[in-house]
């Protein structure tokens, strides 16, 4: 009883769902007759049209519009807008010929205008009321009729059982009886078709009555056991064959039963363990008959129905898998069948490539499937093998499906890979199907008018694919040493070498996209045998070769991809250099120095690598490509040296490398060396950080007053080898190259350099003193700083007189000065700080010390006389605070010695200073006098308030007797003597 009901709702789903379809095509038809009806009411329109009078055109009415004999000023008064618009908007409306025709004798107005109207469209909601009507009124009822026949049979069977007034085999034959009176009243129907008037009644009856036989015969083996196993199944299937036969007298619906029950029969009708070649052979003999029918009756949706449920049929039985090899067989040539035979059957129009390919992608699905369950057994292979084969043959009759052939491609390779310890010939045997089938075809078609990318891209896939599958099922020995997979990634290489040695000689091969994955391909099957089949320490030198090869084949070939590719190649050789052998000591000698073995093969790697680095900064000069290129052949060069050279002589080298390139682009212009010594700088730069930040670390304590001490440097010798000598080979290296460093480049280049040798001579320069601690600085130090500051400005006149036009005279005089008025004269002020000046009094260091602060901007202008108007007031003050300061110093040093600050300023010391002050206050008036210059006589008076001030609040409270007396007259005369000067020598509008 339940496979009864199952069966029932099957059908009433199956129904329904064509229902749904025709409803729809039921609606377009509505529709378009709807649209029809309005047709017949335009030859009344014409009709009406023709017979009205003819409007008068357009142009006849504009000399009403603007007469001739209208004035200028007429015109100019009224708009032209207003007159033009009326008559216009009177003449072209369609109103004009209707009322022509209302006032016409022949017809009264109702007869002559309601015709002109278009009909009116209809309303959405009337004509969803009529597709409601016609749906539930007229096709509805009648395959709701046919349902519900069939459900009354089945109450009916099951009224007679509950009440026991029928037996078994009478319920059978009445059954089947009643099946037959269903398909006779069917058959009335269609030929009393003029008096039934709708062929839905007939298919209704006929697919009713093949529902009762199914039930009949469902009854006799499940209900009743009447009737074996094997002669249920040959019932069910005369049911379905019958169904097909009545589908070509009835329609559709009796096919759909048909197909449901043909399908279903083999799960209805079970026999404890299924007989799986007799149910392939079944299942074939049912789709393909169904297929039949849907080709004949254009039954597409037919075609895929029966399809799909083969597809079906044949996952159930791969999913519960037990095949023994017969089952096997049937099973995949039923999988064959159903993926390539049938689908081309199915249908000859623009839908049946599609079904076809998708048909052999599940097809190739279900063998991958077979051949898994199946116990990777060769007959499985050779059905999925036949499968390929087909699926190639397929592609060719319909090209655009060609990409699909990566489906069974990935899925045999992926198969041969999950292949639990495969016996070595039957696996040999299996890649080299998958390389003839799918690699061959490729390869015939690969430069044939047909073929194209994919073909080459199967090749490579089929190449790359069975040599990992191969390595990953067999690998046992380490790289480096595996000659027999070494040999067997060269044999699967010269497939895609193949495919470009086909190319070679062909016109369209240049610049195509097929030839350049062939050779890449290729090449990196070539490395990989490398690796495998080499000692380590050779793999970049092999890359590096192999990238060589492949800029010669893309060069010789004329091809931009091939040439490109090859960089991939050069970036793995310089990965493998790093990554592979002693790559780890190589690196480190770069930076330190570790002289331990393995020098020559380092050199070979290096040199190998820089050669074929080299190849390509030429090949691809000009480029940023090119300019790539060199700069990794300069670090190479370096590393090349590095495995031999002590690490602390590698500044210098790289320095020396860039004054090599700089002096051969200049003898050889053609080279273009342009990159590589600013690469070299760099790393020359890279050396130079340890010294450089222990310097800077050092000079920005010295900012805060803390000595620069020769201990907190860099030692004398690396100071020499990492900065000092660098610097002044690249000095001279920029030199050579001031030709093409123009501008702003040349400029940084030349000023970085300038100050890393600088830094390099200051160091050096440290070492003559030697100050190493505070005490030392005490005593020392004025002297270290003012003969620093004195070489700075030497050195800046020196430049400057051997090169007027240039600045680097002038900044060193500059840095020269700001040195001396930072730590000289404001930071280690003698006065203020412990700062040995010397014993001797004059003769000691205040005077160059404070002398250069004195005639520094003097120097400035002669050197830069465009500065003199804007250093003229600031030089001013500085010259009179210094020789004040010298003043005040001397004094100190007089009465206190060479530390200044060793010693109080006692009474007479503080009055000398005063009567100094005083003095150097008339001195810088006459002096401003002299020359004019306001900044001094301004000066002069500041300083003379200051004295005053001193006099009165400081000296003369500490003063008795005579001295006190000396004081005030010395200011008395000196305040005189100042008056008298304004007076005598300034206008007093000038002052």
Do not use: C
Request: proline residues 6%; glycine residues 10%; without cysteine.
């Amino acid at each position: 009883m339940t496979e009864i009901l199952f069966l029932v709702t099957i059908i009433l789903g199956v129904i329904v769902f064509d229902l749904r379809s025709k409803v729809k095509r039921l609606e377009r038809t509505f529709r378009e007759g709807g649209m029809s009806l309005a047709v017949p009411e335009q030859p009344r329109r014409a009709a009406v049209i023709v017979d009205a009078p003819v409007i008068p055109p357009v142009p006849q009415a504009q000399p009403l519009v603007v007469p001739p004999e209208i004035p200028v000023e007429v015109q100019s008064a009224e708009p032209v807008p207003e007159p033009v618009v009326a008559p216009l908007a009177a003449v072209p409306e369609p109103s004009t010929p209707v009322e022509a025709a209302t006032a016409s004798p022949e017809a009264p107005p109702a007869a002559r205008w309601e015709p002109d109207q278009p009909p009116p469209p209809p309303a959405k909601p009337k004509r969803a009321s009529i597709s409601f009507e016609d749906l539930f009124g007229r096709k509805l009822p009648i395959w709701a009729g046919g349902i519900t026949l069939v459900v009354a049979a089945v109450l009916l069977v099951k009224y007679s059982i509950d009440a026991g007034l029928l037996s078994p085999v009478v319920r059978v034959v009445l059954g089947l009886l009643f099946g037959a009176g269903l398909i006779g009243g069917a058959e009335v129907a269609r030929r009393k078709a003029d008096l039934v008037q709708d062929a839905r009644i007939a298919q209704a009856l006929a697919g009713a009555g093949i529902g009762s036989f199914y039930a009949a015969i469902l009854a006799a083996h499940s209900l009743y056991a009447l009737i074996s196993p094997g002669l249920a199944f040959a019932g069910l299937t005369a049911v379905t064959a019958l169904a097909m036969g009545l589908a070509l007298r009835f329609g559709a619906p009796t096919a759909v039963l048909g197909l449901v029950g043909g399908l279903a029969t083999p799960a209805m009708v079970s026999s404890g363990e299924p007989n799986v070649p007799m149910l392939a052979g079944y299942l074939a003999l049912v789709i393909g008959g169904i297929t039949l029918l849907s080709r004949n009756q254009r039954w597409f949706w037919l075609g895929v129905s029966a399809l799909a449920g083969g597809g079906g049929w044949t996952a159930l039985l791969l999913v519960f898998g037990g095949l023994d090899q017969l089952s096997s067989l049937s099973v995949g040539l039923l999988i064959l069948m159903l993926g390539l035979g049938l689908p081309i059957v199915a249908s000859a129009d623009r839908r049946g490539p599609v079904l076809q390919i998708v048909s052999a992608v599940i097809a190739s699905l279900q063998l991958a499937l077979l051949v898994a369950t199946g116990g990777y057994a060769m007959l499985s292979w050779g059905l999925y093998a036949l499968l390929s084969i087909a699926f190639i043959w397929l592609t060719l009759r319909m090209p655009a499906l060609r990409t699909t052939v990566a489906v069974p491609l990935l899925t045999s390779l992926l198969l041969a890979a999950t292949w639990p310890g495969p016996a070595a010939g039957s696996f040999i045997a299996v890649i080299a199907g998958i390389v003839i089938i799918f690699g061959g075809s490729a390869l015939w078609r690969l430069w044939r008018a047909d073929g194209g990318v994919i073909d080459a891209a199967q090749i490579v896939l089929t190449a790359l694919g069975g040599f990992f599958v191969s390595y990953w099922q067999f690998q046992s020995v380490p790289p480096g040493v595996d000659t027999r997979f070494a040999l067997i990634a060269l044999g699967f290489a010269a497939l895609p070498a193949a495919g470009a040695a086909l190319g070679w000689m062909r016109a369209e091969r240049q610049g195509d996209l097929r030839f350049a994955m062939l050779v890449l391909s290729s090449a990196l099957l070539v490395v990989i045998a490398a690796i495998l089949g080499l000692a380590e320490w050779t793999v970049p030198v092999s890359i590096a070769l192999v990238a060589a090869i492949v800029l010669t084949i893309g060069e010789r070939a004329q091809d931009a991809r091939v040439r490109h590719g090859s960089l991939v190649y050069l970036g793995m050789a310089l990965l493998a250099l790093m990554g592979t052998g002693s790559g780890e000591m190589e690196l480190k000698r770069l930076s330190m120095e570790l002289l331990v073995g393995g020098t020559v093969h380092a050199l070979l790697r290096w040199a190998t690598t820089l050669a074929v680095t080299a190849l390509f900064a030429w090949r691809f000069a000009g480029t940023l490509i090119g300019g790539t290129a060199q700069g990794i052949a300069a670090v190479l060069a370096y590393g090349l040296i590095a495995q031999v050279l002590p690490a602390p002589w590698l500044a210098i080298t790289a320095a020396a490398g860039m004054l090599l390139a700089s002096e051969a682009t200049r003898r050889m212009p053609a080279l273009n060396l342009r990159v590589a010594p600013i690469v070299l700088a760099v790393i020359a730069g890279l050396w130079a950080l340890e010294p450089l930040g222990r310097w800077l670390l050092a000079g920005a304590e010295s900012l805060a007053g803390d000595p620069v001490l020769v201990s907190e440097l860099s030692p004398l010798q690396l100071a020499l080898k990492y900065l000092l000598g660098p610097a002044l080979i690249g000095v001279v290296a920029l030199w050579q190259m001031r030709d093409r460093l123009t501008g702003k480049v040349g400029q940084i280049a030349f000023g970085q350099m300038s100050v890393v040798g600088l830094i390099g001579l200051h160091i050096l320069y440290k070492q003559l003193f030697a100050i190493a601690d505070f005490a030392a600085f005490a005593h020392l130090g004025l002297a270290e700083r003012t003969l620093w500051q004195v070489l700075l400005i030497a050195g800046g006149i020196a430049l400057w007189r051997l090169m007027p036009a240039r600045r680097e005279g002038l900044a060193l005089v500059g840095l020269g000065l700001a040195h001396n008025l930072f730590y000289t004269v404001l930071l280690h002020n003698p006065l203020w700080a412990e700062q040995a000046v010397g014993n001797w009094p004059v003769a000691n260091l205040l005077l160059p010390a404070f002398g250069i602060a004195f005639a520094g901007p003097a120097v400035l202008e002669r050197m830069a006389p465009a500065l003199q108007p804007r250093l003229q007031r600031p030089a001013a003050i500085l010259r009179m605070i210094v020789v004040l300061l010298f003043a005040l110093a001397t004094l100190r040093q007089l009465f206190g010695g060479s530390i200044l600050i060793d010693s109080d300023v006692g009474p007479n010391e503080s009055i000398l200073m005063s009567v100094a002050a005083i003095a150097l206050a008339v001195g810088y008036l006459i002096w401003g006098i002299r020359s004019g210059q306001r900044a001094w006589r301004i000066g002069s008076l500041l300083l003379m308030l200051v004295a005053v001030a001193k006099v009165f609040l400081l000296d003369a409270s500490g003063l008795e007797g005579l001295l006190r007396i000396v004081s005030f007259l010395a200011l008395g005369f000196s305040l005189i003597g100042i008056g008298w000067l304004y007076s005598r020598y300034l206008k007093p509008d000038t002052t």
